[in-house]
């Protein structure tokens, strides 16, 4: 389906990530499939930088992601791909800095 060795992007320990459509898509370092599960990025220093949820390569579910004093930076939910729902941004104080919400739409004709 793609050409591998010319799409990688960007390489974890278990998830790497392709570009296909003008899209991301996640795949299984091990396997070579579409990765579904969590995914996790860090920070040189150990700290949490990021964790999403995956469903057959696609964001699927919650995203967070976070400063490197560990405060949350975002939150936001998708489906299949899509941004939906509430999502929340804050400083790096932890004060909150803009909140707003998401409808999915499958067409874009909503």
């Known amino acids: ?13 278990k998830v790497y ?9 996640a795949m299984d370092a091990k396997t070579k499939k579409h990765f579904t599960g969590i995914y996790r990025e860090f920070y040189e220093n150990g700290s949490l930088k990021s964790k999403s949820y995956f469903l057959l390569g ?14 949350l930076k975002e939150r936001a939910w998708f489906r299949i791909g899509w941004p939906t729902g509430m999502f929340i941004s ?7 800095r803009s909140r707003g919400f998401t409808i999915f739409c499958e067409t874009q004709f909503c």
């Open 58 to 71: 696609i964001h699927h579910g919650i995203y967070l992601s976070y400063y490197r004093n560990g405060h």
């Open 1 to 13: 389906m793609y050409n591998i060795k010319n799409l990688v992007e960007r390489i974890n320990n």
């Open 90 to 96: 804050f400083f790096e104080n932890g004060k909150l």
């Open 17 to 25: 990530f392709v570009k296909g459509g003008g899209d991301y898509v």
